[in-house]
């Protein structure tokens, strides 16, 4: 079973920067997917933004050109770099990882962190 650890939440003021890290457990089969959700308070688990592992990225509407995600592959590591935080970004965010456990084809398993709490104040 994957596990993974995150760091790096915190508050700061709106228009500065943040960058969160996580860093999952080793997998024999790899890790597929790795990136971000967020859930404000009172709202559901929303995407932020994923990185497949040959680099193809998917972002939500609302972080588009602000926020960046990437991975180091060989250390299973995926960061989100944060710039022009906004009151509205404030939330925990989950790292999240989907990975293969058999080597039969096509079986994932889903996994989160314990979420870290970023706070944008104005």
């Known amino acids: 079973q994957v596990q993974l650890a995150e760091s790096g939440g915190g508050l700061v003021q709106a228009g500065g920067s943040l960058r969160l890290s996580c860093t999952a457990t080793?997998?024999?089969?790899?890790?597929?997917?790795m990136g971000w959700y967020y859930q404000a308070p009172g709202k559901e688990r929303e995407l932020v933004a994923t990185?497949?592992?040959?680099?193809?990225?998917n972002y939500a509407d609302s972080v588009k050109g602000r926020f960046t995600v990437s991975r180091d592959n060989a250390n299973n590591i995926v960061y989100l770099q944060m710039n022009s935080l906004k009151p509205e970004d404030t939330a925990v965010y989950y790292c999240y990882a989907r990975y293969r456990y058999t080597s039969v084809i096509g079986r994932f398993r889903e996994v989160w962190g314990q979420g870290t709490l970023v706070t944008v104040s104005s």
């Open positions: 990185m497949g592992s040959g680099g193809s990225t």
């Open positions: 080793k997998n024999i089969y790899g890790i597929n997917t």
